[in-house]
């Protein structure tokens, strides 16, 4: 599933998130796509596991950070096979910039946060600028080892609280994330966080 975010999807700064891959495979572990809404814009990807091993058309890439410069309409796919370890989780949190508004999907092509299963988890996300204090996590039809919220901060300080606790479940920094437990639902159906 791939929903559009509309105007607030687009933005100069984003973080990305994607499924950890608990398996060292070769499927594709991550993958983000970045769009232009104006000519001459420079796009650049940072602050990921600098192990993190993205494939091209050209071969694979390995430098600390990528810089592009695309056009209206023009777009640049990033992403990684799970047979490098880093790539299970070293791209979430990766920052993409640019110097114009851009539109930016994240997510999975067969990862799975479970060994042996696999599903396509991909999304439009939302910029820094849109980000807010207040989630409603619902429970889906997955497994419990599945079915995890996952938190991604922008800044660093960054409290995470669940369910009203009045005590931090942990302090993040800016790319750092958070896999919130599955014990944390609260219901007997349709349940939340």
Same mark, same amino acid.
């Given at each position: 599933?791939?929903?559009?975010?509309?105007?607030?999807?687009?933005?100069?700064?984003?973080?990305?998130?994607?499924?950890?891959?608990?398996?060292?495979?070769?499927?594709?572990?991550?993958?983000?796509?970045?769009?232009?809404? $104006?000519?001459?814009?420079?796009?650049?990807?940072?602050?990921? /596991?600098?192990?993190?091993?993205?494939? #091209? %058309?050209?071969? @694979? =890439?390995?430098?600390d950070?990528?810089?592009?410069?695309?056009?209206?309409?023009?777009?640049?796919?990033f992403?990684?096979?799970?047979?490098?370890?880093?790539?299970?989780?070293?791209?979430i949190?990766?920052?993409? $910039?640019?110097?114009?508004?851009?539109?930016?999907?994240?997510? /999975?092509?067969?990862?799975?946060?479970? #060994? %042996?299963?696999? @599903? =396509?988890?991909?999304?439009?996300?939302?910029?820094?600028s849109?980000?807010?204090?207040?989630?409603?996590?619902?429970?889906?039809?997955?497994?419990?080892?599945?079915?995890?919220?996952?938190?991604?901060?922008?800044?660093?300080?960054?409290?995470?609280?669940?369910?009203?606790?009045?005590l931090?479940?942990?302090?993040?920094?800016? %790319?750092?994330?958070?896999?919130?437990?599955?014990?944390?639902?609260?219901?007997?159906?349709?349940?939340?966080?």
């Amino acid at each position: 599933t791939l929903i559009s975010k509309g105007r607030p999807g687009i933005g100069n700064r984003f973080r990305l998130g994607h499924m950890i891959n608990e398996l060292t495979d070769n499927r594709t572990s991550f993958v983000a796509s970045v769009m232009a809404t $104006e000519d001459n814009t420079t796009v650049t990807l940072s602050d990921y /596991n600098t192990n993190v091993i993205f494939v #091209s %058309g050209g071969g @694979d =890439i390995t430098t600390d950070s990528q810089n592009f410069i695309l056009n209206a309409g023009q777009s640049i796919v990033f992403s990684g096979y799970s047979s490098e370890l880093a790539n299970l989780d070293g791209a979430i949190g990766a920052l993409i $910039e640019s110097s114009k508004p851009i539109a930016v999907n994240s997510g /999975n092509i067969l990862g799975g946060i479970q #060994s %042996g299963r696999a @599903d =396509i988890c991909l999304d439009q996300i939302v910029s820094s600028s849109q980000i807010g204090k207040e989630y409603i996590f619902i429970e889906g039809n997955g497994t419990p080892e599945m079915e995890v919220p996952l938190i991604v901060a922008d800044e660093d300080n960054t409290e995470v609280f669940v369910n009203g606790n009045p005590l931090a479940s942990t302090t993040l920094n800016a %790319g750092d994330y958070y896999l919130v437990p599955n014990s944390e639902y609260q219901g007997t159906t349709n349940k939340n966080i």
